[in-house]
């Protein structure tokens, strides 16, 4: 089912769902039918339907943009413990983490797609020791799912816009791309969204549409707000989005708050984009 440029979408780990059947219910409740959609994991939550949830999904009246993978042991309690245990980076964990990949790459064949979106880890700067092992696993995992015809996308924000611009354009993997967050670039207070998505133009292929103020103490997270309520400029991060030619859906994503508060958020974001559409006549 064809997706259209900037329609609106959520990530199904927003509303903490735990069942197919659940994320269709708050999908109507939101009049919207485009999802991000969590492979099943301990970060993105599991499924009820377990190994049945690809069929599940796929029968569903949703339309999936992307999956989206965690990693088992990813801790996001400061800056820090995610910086050592996010993504590919523990050299101890790429064994098993790879694996992971290419199970996510199954899971994203089975829900009928062909992106797959997780989060790199910290990426170590130019210079270092560690930079080429770590892009050796990076071009590792894109040629595993490169053979099965699956892009991947890392997530923006735990590294300067340029350093995963360097780091893109030296592994050279034709299926290796971009899902652009702007909060996560104030969250881990890692530059200029805007001028990320400028710099990062030629590899968005995904974006979460997600608002956020900069840490007030270096080291510490900074606070995740409601769509137009922090720092990450969200009518001028959607007109650069259409400034580049972007032809992606605008995924809200929400991981502050229950249940129910992200429900109410997620239903402000979507009137709240509809206005700024409406503002720079998309």
């Known amino acids: 089912m064809t997706i259209q440029p900037f329609e609106i979408g959520v990530c199904s780990w927003s509303l903490q769902v735990k069942s ?3 994320l269709e219910a708050f999908c109507r409740e939101l ?3 485009v999802v991000q959609i969590a492979c099943g994991d301990p970060h993105h939550a599991s499924w009820e339907e377990g190994e049945d949830m690809p069929a599940a999904a796929r029968k569903s009246g949703l339309r999936m943009s992307a999956a989206m993978l965690g990693f088992p042991g ?3 309690t400061t800056p820090a413990t995610i910086q050592k245990t996010g993504g590919l980076g523990d050299p101890a964990l790429r064994p ?3 694996e992971r990949v290419r199970w996510g790459v199954e899971r994203t064949i089975q829900l009928g797609l062909t992106d797959l979106c997780f989060h790199a880890g910290f990426i170590p700067p ?3 020791p560690e930079r080429s092992a770590f892009l050796e696993t990076l071009a590792q995992a894109a040629s595993i799912a490169q053979v099965k015809g699956v892009h991947i996308c890392f997530e923006t924000g735990q590294e300067p816009a ?7 354009e030296e592994i050279k993997a034709p299926n290796i791309h971009v899902n652009f967050d702007p909060a996560n670039m104030l969250l881990y207070d890692m530059g200029d969204p805007i001028k990320a998505v400028e710099l990062l133009a030629p590899f968005i292929r995904s974006v979460h549409v997600k608002d956020a103020k900069r840490p007030r103490i270096k080291g510490e997270w900074g606070e995740e707000v409601p769509l137009g309520q922090g720092q990450a400029n969200i009518p001028m991060f959607v007109r650069k989005l259409k400034e580049i030619g972007f032809a992606g859906p605008l995924v ?8 129910k508060g992200r429900l109410r958020d997620v239903a402000h974001g ?3 984009l509809k206005e700024v559409l409406s503002g720079i006549g998309s």
Do not use: C, F, N, S
């Open 74 to 76: 990813e801790d996001y």
């Open 20 to 22: 197919v059947p659940e």
């Open 252 to 259: 809200i994503e929400r991981e502050a708050g229950d249940q």
């Open 162 to 168: 340029e350093l995963l611009k360097r780091t893109l």
């Open 96 to 98: 098993e983490r790879i």
């Open 270 to 272: 979507v009137r709240y």
């Open 31 to 33: 009049h919207l039918d």
């Open 126 to 128: 130019v210079g270092a």
